[in-house]
Each structure stands twice: as C-alpha cells, then as structure tokens.
C-alpha cells in the first residue's frame, strides 16, 4: 500500500504539558482512518499537527516520502494537499455557499471564476447543496453548513480530507446527513483521516481505527479487532462507556 501520510515519533507540547507523546502511524492512499478516545486525549491536537496548524515539539511527518517539518519543505505547497473540516463551520458570513466555495480556489490555487466555480458546483452537488448556491450561511442549518464546508475543502481537490469531530457541533437530527456525505466520500475511494465520537462510522466505515489515551495511541487495528477483541483494557474502558448507554 502506498502511504500518504507517515508520522515518525511525533510528540506535542504546550508548555510543560505534554499533548503527544512519541506518536506513530500512517495513513495509505484510499484509507480511512478514524481516530477516537476521550476528550483531551490529543486526538485534534494530532490532526493540527498534521495540518500544521499547530507545529510539532518533536518527530517528523512524512508527506509523499518527504519530511514536512525539514527547513527546506515547502509549507504553504503542502497545505494545499490537505482538505480540513472543522468542528466549527468556519465558512465566510459575508459570502453566499458558492463563493465560500470559490475564494479559495482562485486565492490559493489561482483558477479563474469560471473554473472556480465549475470545480465548486460538482462538489457541491456531491454533498447535496446544489440548490443552495446564493444562500448565505445564517440561512443554513447546521448540518447544511458543515455540508458546504466539506464541498469547499473538496473544491481545492485535496490528496488527504483531515475531519476534526465534523459532527460534535451538529443538533442530533442534523449528524446523520454529514456521515452520509462522509461514507459516500468513503465509497469513492478518498483519503480521509477522521477524529470522531460516531463510533458507527467509525465502526462501519473506517478501515483502520486508531484509539488515543494521554497522549499515545493506546491500540490499533481494524474495525473489528478495535470493537470485537481489544487487547487493552484502556480501549475496553472506554468502548464500554460509549457503545452501552445508560439503560
């Protein structure tokens, strides 16, 4: 399998806490990967890492063979390879779903208008905000927004979607419509690399499941071993709490 992204000894720190702890892993070309564990496990800072939002106290990442965080790399070139989703929406309030679809694209990538936007309108047709092109954001709900924001990371045709928690800030009735985008984004083959607390999509629709606790990737495997038979009793732990509800 062709890796994409490989993180070598990473580690993360904010002052005298330490966030990472010597993490590694990777993730191959058409993978899904959806990363879980408590809140303050270090799963976003990981994802920021990676995007280099934030930057690494330690370790390397390796982006196509090469280190990103060597002096010499190109941070701004690399950037453009990742599509981010945040928990938050982020979309631009003064702009309607096209144009927050579109700026980015000739800012970044220097397309025409009329190339912007025929990229912006094919995504978003994918994630089903076609008809909602001269909306403005207040006028959307939530999962309507985080569904233009995925259509505008995709319109920069990212090789790697990084996803932090795309649904925490979603009213219940509004995840389903985000992870259904998500799987069909799963289904065509698109890298992705998920922070989630959905443990059904990370169940169903990840082929690898990375759990974190403190810090450290504490297990992991494929779906079914993660879910089935964890080795350890951290990852018990936690999947006790979160698959059985309080009857």
Not at 64 to 75: A, P, V
Not at 208 to 214: A, E, G, L
Not at 226 to 244: G, H, M, S, V
């Amino acid at each position: 399998m062709e890796k994409v992204i490989e993180v070598q000894h990473l580690s993360k720190a904010f002052g005298t806490h330490e966030v990472l702890k010597d993490i590694d892993f990777s993730v191959n070309k058409g993978e899904v990967v959806s990363i879980i564990g408590s809140s303050g496990s270090g799963k976003s800072t990981l994802l920021r890492c990676i995007n280099l939002l934030e930057k690494p106290s330690g370790g390397e990442i390796i982006y196509n063979g090469e280190n990103i965080l060597d002096d010499k790399h190109d941070i701004y070139s690399y950037r453009t390879k990742l599509g981010m989703v945040f928990q938050q929406f982020n979309l631009f309030n003064n702009h309607d779903v096209l144009s927050n679809c579109v700026v980015g694209q000739m800012k970044v990538l220097k397309r025409s208008k009329a190339e912007a936007e025929k990229v912006a309108m094919k995504y978003l047709k994918i994630v089903g905000m076609e008809q909602y092109i001269n909306a403005k954001p207040k006028q959307l709900s939530g999962g309507q927004k985080q569904r233009v924001a995925i259509a505008r990371a995709l319109s920069m045709e990212p090789d790697v979607m990084l996803f932090d928690e795309p649904t925490s800030a979603l009213d219940p009735e509004m995840v389903g419509e985000v992870l259904k985008v998500m799987q069909d984004l799963a289904k065509s083959g698109l890298t992705m690399l998920v922070v989630t607390h959905e443990m059904s999509f990370a169940k169903e629709v990840s082929h690898r499941v990375v759990f974190m606790d403190k810090g450290v990737i504490a297990e992991e495997g494929t779906p079914q071993q993660i879910f089935n038979n964890p080795t350890q009793e951290r990852t018990r732990e936690f999947l006790k709490r979160t698959l059985n509800p309080i009857s």
